[in-house]
């Protein structure tokens, strides 16, 4: 790609309009199939919701794809990107099957971890120590954490669309001032699909993109994270991805240390994420996924900054967003989720199915 603005625009208002366009067929076919998340158990919403989005999501990404290597074919690369697009969509599969008929956690994390060991191989891994052996763990501790992590997001009406949109800008305008124009256009074209499929997952949600949606945009955002190429020295560019991340790695980190602190399973189901807490403060739903929203678009500006500034600053930017996050932990890990189930009125409107 040549990198002009009005291209990416193109991207992202093309693959919004075909998710948005194409959401409603969707929902259409789950409710005639009867392919429902139906209340009960740890989940809060009190009516059936078709959980199908993310064959919006991933039919709409894949045609992006397709479509802009039609007309934009890329100097090299494109059999990585053929077998990533195969990756992902397997992900989603796999996801897609445990939202029909659960399956062990077992396979999912073994689907993760080929994923990530084929990315490695195809030479996209993370490269920080210069050792292959710990850079291949890295790469796969990568993948299959920032994977799960956008799958644990997705807990909330709009929270993991909203915020896979954010993270996915993020990694686009990095890349995009950086000369990357096609990993800029797979960042925006994915940002667009989750933007598109936000119309109709926004609270109140008329479909969930479900586990099939959620690992779909987890692989592609941290692939697309670790291929941020820029001179700011090993350590910074392994940095930003994670600061571009970091939304999502702070709510698994805040449930895994709540969970654990309560004697209880961090791979179990629960009402305990940061959504949760700030509606366990009184916010609305709408109120509590846009006051998120708006900490993740503030980070998602440094991290820019970040890319662009000398090490030094880089590094006190960093800290600071990293002691911002833990003091808010601190504060939401004092707010109790483990009383009961019941939350009152407006919490019945909260999507449970995270784990």
Request: aromatic share 8%; proline share 4%; with cysteine.
């Amino acid at each position: 790609m040549t990198g002009e603005w009005w291209e990416y625009l193109a991207v992202f208002a093309a693959s919004g309009t075909l998710c948005v366009v194409l959401t409603p067929h969707v929902i259409r076919f789950a409710v005639n199939r009867n392919l429902l998340d139906q209340p009960g158990g740890h989940k809060s919403h009190d009516m059936a919701v078709p959980y199908l989005g993310g064959v919006a999501i991933v039919v709409t990404f894949a045609t992006s794809v397709i479509v802009l290597t039609l007309f934009e074919p890329p100097h090299g690369g494109m059999g990585e990107l053929f077998v990533v697009l195969v990756l992902a969509v397997s992900l989603s599969i796999v996801g897609l099957v445990d939202d029909l008929r659960p399956v062990s956690p077992l396979w999912r994390i073994v689907a993760e971890v080929v994923a990530a060991v084929v990315v490695w191989s195809l030479g996209s891994g993370v490269t920080v120590s210069g050792i292959q052996a710990l850079d291949l763990a890295l790469t796969v501790l990568w993948i299959v954490g920032i994977t799960n992590a956008f799958n644990l997001l997705d807990n909330m009406d709009g929270l993991a669309a909203g915020l896979a949109t954010i993270s996915s800008l993020t990694i686009f305008a990095i890349a995009g001032v950086n000369g990357q124009f096609f990993v800029a256009a797979l960042a925006v074209g994915l940002a667009g699909c989750t933007a598109g499929f936000l119309r109709h997952n926004f609270h109140p949600a008329k479909v969930y993109m479900g586990d099939g949606g959620a690992l779909f945009i987890g692989f592609l955002v941290a692939y697309l994270g670790i291929k941020l190429r820029f001179d700011a020295g090993r350590s910074i560019s392994a940095l930003v991805p994670v600061l571009a991340c970091a939304v999502a790695i702070f709510d698994t980190s805040l449930v895994t240390v709540s969970r654990l602190v309560a004697g209880l399973s961090p791979f179990q189901g629960g009402r305990d994420h940061m959504s949760h807490r700030l509606v366990r403060l009184g916010l609305p739903i709408p109120v509590a996924v846009s006051t998120i929203y708006f900490g993740a678009i503030g980070i998602a500006i440094l991290v820019f900054v970040v890319s662009s500034t000398d090490p030094a600053s880089a590094w006190v930017l960093a800290g600071l967003i990293g002691v911002t996050l833990t003091v808010t932990g601190g504060f939401l890990l004092t707010i109790p989720v483990y009383l009961d189930d019941s939350d009152g009125g407006q919490a019945s409107a909260i999507d449970s199915r995270d784990d």
